[in-house]
């Protein structure tokens, strides 16, 4: 069996979007106004983990389909860099349907699509814990499909006799549309004080 470490290094991985939208429902934030290093320190600390580098994926709107988001997502991921923290971005695409209104008339509806994200979550994960980069990976998303790479990561903890965590913190409250983490990880449910303790009060948004 390997042997639990003394000093545990904790890496963090944010979906940035998958956060937000349950923080959204949970605590009725409308913006991504987390700070993620923030929120992976406070964590780290509850658990006695040292934390380390902070890894951040999103989607982006282009400033030609959404000025303000488009610019929002600019300034906001200039200044996590500026942090240290490292962010993976894909374009969004966008799919649009035709529908009908209640008068009957036909409407296009346009839909942003994010692609790709995930995968490339999934990919670090496993990467970056063959390369001995973490004792701890600390995933801030409720995806269920990510319940596949915990399954890979314990794998390669059997591979190198290493011992090896993986938590999923989660925004926790009553009016949470998701009470769960990710399978087979360690949950940690952050209620509204939690939360709002490691919010950034820096405001990105352009003006327009």
Same mark, same amino acid.
């Given at each position: 069996?390997?042997?639990?470490?003394t000093?545990?290094?904790a890496m963090a991985?944010?979906?940035?979007?998958?956060l937000?939208?349950?923080?959204?429902?949970?605590?009725g934030?409308?913006h991504?106004?987390?700070?993620?290093?923030k929120?992976h320190?406070?964590?780290?600390?509850e658990h006695?983990?040292?934390?380390?580098?902070?890894?951040?994926?999103?989607?982006?709107?282009?400033?030609?389909?959404?000025a303000?988001?488009?610019?929002?997502?600019?300034?906001r991921l200039l200044h996590?860099?500026r942090a240290?923290?490292?962010t993976?971005t894909?374009p969004?695409?966008?799919?649009?349907?035709t529908?009908k209104?209640?008068?009957?008339?036909?409407?296009?509806?346009t839909?942003?699509?994010?692609k =790709? #994200?995930d995968?490339r +979550?999934?990919?670090?994960?496993v990467s970056?814990a063959?390369s001995r980069?973490w *004792?701890v990976?600390?995933?801030f998303s409720?995806?269920?499909d990510?319940?596949?790479v915990?399954q890979?990561?314990?794998?390669?903890s059997?591979?190198?006799?290493r011992?090896?965590?993986?938590?999923c913190?989660f925004?926790?409250?009553q009016?949470?549309?998701s009470?769960? =983490? #990710?399978?087979?990880? +360690?949950?940690f449910q952050?209620?509204e004080?939690f939360y709002n303790n490691?919010? *950034?009060?820096?405001?990105y948004r352009?003006?327009?």
């Amino acid at each position: 069996m390997a042997t639990e470490p003394t000093i545990k290094y904790a890496m963090a991985f944010v979906d940035g979007q998958n956060l937000f939208q349950h923080a959204m429902d949970a605590f009725g934030h409308y913006h991504p106004n987390y700070d993620v290093k923030k929120l992976h320190e406070t964590v780290c600390a509850e658990h006695g983990w040292r934390p380390n580098l902070v890894r951040f994926y999103t989607g982006v709107p282009s400033k030609r389909k959404d000025a303000m988001w488009g610019g929002y997502w600019e300034k906001r991921l200039l200044h996590m860099k500026r942090a240290g923290i490292h962010t993976v971005t894909r374009p969004l695409r966008y799919r649009e349907t035709t529908e009908k209104d209640e008068a009957g008339n036909l409407i296009t509806i346009t839909t942003p699509q994010e692609k =790709g #994200i995930d995968v490339r +979550l999934a990919l670090d994960i496993v990467s970056t814990a063959r390369s001995r980069q973490w *004792d701890v990976a600390v995933i801030f998303s409720q995806d269920q499909d990510l319940a596949e790479v915990v399954q890979e990561v314990r794998a390669i903890s059997k591979e190198q006799d290493r011992w090896m965590e993986i938590c999923c913190p989660f925004p926790s409250g009553q009016n949470a549309t998701s009470k769960r =983490g #990710i399978d087979k990880t +360690l949950w940690f449910q952050m209620d509204e004080a939690f939360y709002n303790n490691c919010l *950034d009060p820096n405001d990105y948004r352009p003006k327009l």
